[in-house]
């Protein structure tokens, strides 16, 4: 094989957590690498395809416990419709960046999230666990979280 048409290609991710009090007030920030999990490799590739079963990633979860490798530890509240957009990372268009939000419907110490392309259930593409987030009901979050296609 020709060395100059090697191509690698990778999924890399990060994410951006804002925590909101309930009066609008950014009280918490964190910015952390993600995981790719390998079924969400998988969904990728049948997407690239257009393969059936290929479903798009559309949704943020997020829980109290640890994500494994295939789903949220501890889910907790209903899972956010992202808005999905391209963006440029290094390459123009290379990253796929959702946002979402969730409202506490109580107190909550959020230590996980994920992404996911079902509204229960569903396959994770990414996820992260982090330092615990102490929420009361009524506060929400922000996530903007980016993956990356290099």
Known sequence: MNKKFKTQFKLTGWFELLAIHKDGQIFDRKIIKNTITNVGKAEVAALIGSIAGGTAFTKLG???????ATALGTEVETRATTTNTQVTTTVTDDTCQFVGSIT???TRILTEAGIFNAASSGDMLCSQSFSAVNLASGDSIQITWKVKVA
């Open 104 to 106: 506490m419907t109580a």
């Open 62 to 68: 997020i829980g109290t416990g640890t994500p494994s």
